[in-house]
């Protein structure tokens, strides 16, 4: 199946423009709730799109309700960046206490440094491990049924 992008008319591109360039000047509330702000949260996110990701993140965390995780799984989804590794998921780190064996998850700040080795393609790791998580919970449903 052929993926379709949504390309706007010119007039919606200069309106959001305008929006983005508001957002980007800082002159966005910062206390502005996601609620009220997600037309400029998405605008923001494609406007700066081109930072690396650490100042994607800085940037957009400052919009109350936006937090790192949130601004990550857009990094990954929605902009297709290729090296991020959300090591506050809970699923990423059940993956990989999964595949290891481990008693109990890791901490963010430890999976971190072991995944640094895994760059520039991290967000390909993140998807195995969630889906070895995915694995060891049927696996574990499956145990208990017999």
Same mark, same amino acid.
Request: proline share 6%.
């Given at each position: 199946m052929k993926r379709r992008l949504f390309m706007p008319r010119h007039t919606v591109l200069a309106f959001a423009g305008m929006f983005a360039l508001v957002a980007l000047a800082g002159a966005f509330d910062p206390g502005l709730a996601l609620t009220s702000a997600p037309a400029l #949260?998405? @605008? $923001? @996110?494609? !406007? #700066? *799109?081109? /930072?690396? *990701? +650490? $100042? @994607?993140? +800085? /940037? #957009? !965390?400052?919009? /109350? *309700?936006v937090g790192r995780w949130t601004v990550e799984m857009l990094l990954i989804f929605t902009l297709g960046r290729p090296d991020v590794l959300p090591v506050d998921d809970f699923g990423v780190r059940d993956g990989y206490r999964a595949l290891r064996g481990l008693p109990e998850a890791l901490k963010p700040k430890a999976l971190a440094e072991i995944g640094l080795v895994w760059a520039p393609h991290r967000s390909v790791a993140a998807w195995y491990l969630w889906r070895a998580s995915d694995e060891a919970k049927q696996a574990k449903v499956a145990t208990s049924r017999a």
């Amino acid at each position: 199946m052929k993926r379709r992008l949504f390309m706007p008319r010119h007039t919606v591109l200069a309106f959001a423009g305008m929006f983005a360039l508001v957002a980007l000047a800082g002159a966005f509330d910062p206390g502005l709730a996601l609620t009220s702000a997600p037309a400029l #949260l998405m @605008l $923001a @996110l494609f !406007t #700066l *799109g081109v /930072r690396p *990701g +650490e $100042a @994607l993140i +800085e /940037r #957009l !965390t400052s919009i /109350r *309700g936006v937090g790192r995780w949130t601004v990550e799984m857009l990094l990954i989804f929605t902009l297709g960046r290729p090296d991020v590794l959300p090591v506050d998921d809970f699923g990423v780190r059940d993956g990989y206490r999964a595949l290891r064996g481990l008693p109990e998850a890791l901490k963010p700040k430890a999976l971190a440094e072991i995944g640094l080795v895994w760059a520039p393609h991290r967000s390909v790791a993140a998807w195995y491990l969630w889906r070895a998580s995915d694995e060891a919970k049927q696996a574990k449903v499956a145990t208990s049924r017999a």
